[in-house]
């Protein structure tokens, strides 16, 4: 069968829609399969956002849409294709790389939790997204890029020439942007979902630590790391919550066992065009620190504060009580500076300083309070993951085999990309159980939730804070908080291009220009997901900024021309693109 042309694009189209469409049999499983492969072969020698394809997909896609015919639907997800970042590990014929060549081959003996949850919920799980390489933990950022992995290239981003596509979960933004799946699965430890679904115009949920599993998810810092939906719609990104969210079974992750629930509730039941009526919602103006604009712009980041203050009259027209507020933790005498410079009423905060010097020491933790935690953790989690390989499979064994591995690849680029920050974790003295990695890890706590995000909540009795979603992930990442990024808006012609390293081929990418795109960032409590979806979607529903957006790489397969394959093929024993 082929779907006629009053099907909704790909780019656009939502699991409800998707849902329609198979239940309608104006498509299958299999028919959608088939034309999402098609549509990543014909961009992904651009956009470098799949790292690799399920051989098995068509099988499975066969199979659920016989389960549909004789009236078994699992739920929203069945039969519809989903990517998981490259770091989840998946019992099949596809790789688990961390986008690193030398875990090629390497097979694991059980799969994320996640992903028998995603499984049983008749999800597709039809391929791997690229990332930046270890989700980060690799290279200094001054010799490597977002988004490069030695396995799946350097990804772009769709919305304009050499765009930046944020990381580490790059690919699985870049794939959902285009419309290369129906939506996708990413890691945070600070900032890797939430930063590229806003500059791929996406919904991006960061969870509460220890909402989902990551049994069998390559870990840098367990008592940061999250796994998380990225989507084109919240609802959509609220279904792949429900469907991965709740206590590990076998109590492969044991911060799941703090979850106030036996069962996670339906997040979808949480969304209503009415949830912004009566809410008091919180804006800690000095978490506005231009240091945590990557772009280093101040053009840009008056376009994205001009934005917000659109976005908060939009907040207030629903309904919502807009409080002024501030993260307590932050030192007074740089909130005086941070308001002299950028002052915290509506009408003044678009005129940012980003010269103040002595704003770098406002935020409240360093590289070496974090260090002293994140790379023991690193390293005892990594060492971790690679122990649940087959030994018959890889000579992988610790993080010391994979920096020799790399260092001894060209195709890792090492140099000019180098491996300080594996230096650092393997030369750490510092024990992970240690007196002394706690006490780090619990003085950043205490200023980014109790003294933070938790002190703004309870001080002014708030349902939820909010900020621009570059601002809006720092503090959450520490506390073990959730964020929930929305679109907001987009750069217009009138703003110039922030080149990253514009004359070095290797680095070279634009970081804010015409035509990208930035989200409006909800965060609150733990446990809170269903109170910040809902909040987002009744602004999703009010501004409708995803359409409004449209990329400049878009691939040209749909529904309506599903006919066969062509040239396209697909290795039966798995493999890259």
Known sequence: MCASHDAPSLLDITIDEIGRLLQERTTTSEELVDVYLQRIFEVNGRLHAVNEINPDARAIA????????????????????????????TKDKMNN???????????????????????????IILGKANLSEWAGFRSDFHTTSLGWSGYGGQGRGAYREDQDPGGSSSGSAVAVSVGLAAAAVGTETRGSIIIPAEWNNLVGVKPTLGLVSRHMVIALCPRQDVVGPMAR?????????????????????????????????????????DALQGARIGVPWNGVLPIFYPAQSPKHLQVIMRSFNEALTVLEAAGATIVHTNFPSLPGKQRENYSENAPTSREQNVNIDMSTASLRNAYPWDGKSTSAYQDPDALLAINTYLSRLDPT???????????ACTCSNPLEQCPPRDISLWTAALSTTISPNSSEAWNAYQSVYQACGPNGVFAALQNDHLDALVLPSVFSYHFPAYAGSPVVTVPMGAF??????????????????????PGM??????????WSEERLLGLAYAFEQRTGWRRRVRPVVVPGRELWGVGGLGGLRVQEDGGGL
């Open 62 to 89: 066969r199979e659920l849409d016989k389960e549909r015919a004789l009236g078994k639907v699992r739920g929203p997800l069945h039969g519809v294709p989903i990517l998981v970042k490259d770091v989840i590990a």
């Open 97 to 123: 790389t961390a986008g690193s060549v030398c875990l090629l081959g390497a097979q694991v003996l059980e799969e994320a939790s996640i992903i028998t949850k995603l499984r049983r919920a008749g999800a």
């Open 233 to 273: 719609t919240v609802k959509d990104a609220a279904y792949l919550l429900t469907a991965i969210a709740g206590k590990d079974k076998y109590e492969n992750d044991n911060s799941t066992l703090d979850q106030p629930f036996e069962s996670p509730p339906d997040y979808t039941q949480a969304l209503s065009r």
């Open 393 to 403: 499979s890889t000579p992988i064994r610790s993080l010391h085999d994979i920096a």
């Open 492 to 513: 217009g012609d009138d703003v110039g291009v922030a080149w990253r390293k514009e004359h070095d081929p290797l680095l070279r990418s634009v970081m804010a220009g």
């Open 517 to 526: 795109t930035f989200g409006l960032g909800f965060f609150g409590a733990k």
